[in-house]
Structure formats: structure tokens, C-alpha cells
């Protein structure tokens, strides 16, 4: 249950797939800033003091790169994907891997579909046993998984019920 109301949590607010275009105290190299301050946009929040600003709890934010860990309640800036899961990360609260989307790339459930992308395999267990999907940039006769987005310009057509790892699969080809 615990698990559940931390991936409930880094998916709602700021989450949304973009940062939140604001300012704060954190320095073009990252800083620390008191719970409640905004995230600049193009900023991942990646630490987590619970005695810090008096008590009220302290986040230290930096800007995103490729392969960074970050604290369940992050921004996920946009172009990137969410690919691993550490439950006792971030002090405890439960951190995630973010990569920069690429074809090929498994992403944990919950995780944006970047633009162009669409997903065509599931794994139960993956990312520690949150659920992970397969993303794949879109083509002509990729086979996708319930839920994937179909991007402007393609179809779904015939369904194979044993495809996606048993959640079912449709052929997608170009309208």
C-alpha cells in the first residue's frame, strides 16, 4: 500500500510531464529550498532533508540530466521517461531513474509516453515490481499494447489477444 500511495504521489501535482515554469532559490547548479517552493522549470528535484527549513522538510533541486534519480513527488521534465524504482530511495520516500526517451527503452507504469513513441510490451515485474512497458517510436506494422498512444497519420487495426504479454496488442499501420 505504502508503494502505491508513492507512485500515487510522484504522478499527481507537478508530475504532469512537463516542470513547472517557476523560480526559486536553487542555483543555475542546484540548491536547496524549503518544502512548498517551486520547481523551476527544467529542474528535478533529487534529495529529500526531513529536519531541514525548521523542520518543515527541505528538497534539493538541480537541473535534469540523462540518468539522474529523483525524489517520488518530482517534476518529470518533458523528453523524459521514468525507468527504474528504488522504494527506499530519496531518504526513505522513494525515488525514480530518469532517462532521456529512446526507441527501445523499458519505462515503469505511470511513466509519459513521449511524443512519437508508443508502447509494445509489458513487463509485471519490471521496475521492482511496479509494472514496466516497452517503448518504441512508432512505425508502419508495430504491434502496441492497450493504452499506447497512436500517433496522427496511423491506425489500429487486427487484435492478437496473447500479444503485449497477454494484456492483448493492436497492428498499427499507417492510415
Keep these: 500500500m505504502g508503494a502505491v500511495a508513492l507512485i500515487a ?5 507537478a508530475a504532469t510531464g512537463t ?9 543555475r547548479a542546484g540548491g536547496w529550498s524549503c518544502s512548498g517552493a517551486p520547481v523551476p522549470a527544467g529542474y528535478v528535484i533529487t534529495n ?11 528538497w534539493y533541486q538541480e537541473p535534469v540530466r540523462d540518468g539522474i534519480w ?9 523528453g523524459y521517461v521514468i525507468s527504474n524504482y528504488n522504494r527506499l530511495g530519496c531518504n526513505g520516500i522513494g525515488a525514480w531513474y ?11 507504469a505511470g511513466s509519459p509516453i513521449v511524443s512519437g513513441y508508443v508502447v509494445t510490451n509489458y513487463n509485471r515485474s519490471g521496475c521492482n515490481g ?8 512508432v512505425r508502419n506494422g508495430i504491434w502496441t499494447c492497450p493504452g499506447s498512444p497512436i500517433p496522427p497519420g496511423y491506425r489500429s487495426t ?12 493492436w497492428y498499427t499501420v499507417r492510415a
Design 9 to 13: 504521489t510522484v504522478f499527481t501535482g
Design 19 to 27: 516542470a513547472t515554469a517557476a523560480t526559486s532559490s536553487a542555483s
Design 48 to 58: 529529500y532533508n526531513r529536519s531541514g527549513c525548521n523542520g518543515a522538510g527541505a
Design 70 to 78: 529523483t525524489c517520488s513527488g518530482s517534476p518529470i521534465v518533458s
Design 98 to 108: 530518469h532517462q532521456l526517451a529512446r526507441d527501445g527503452i523499458w519505462t515503469c
Design 130 to 137: 511496479i509494472g514496466a512497458w516497452f517503448h518504441q517510436l
Design 158 to 169: 487486427t487484435y492478437n489477444a496473447g500479444g503485449c504479454s497477454g494484456l492483448g496488442a
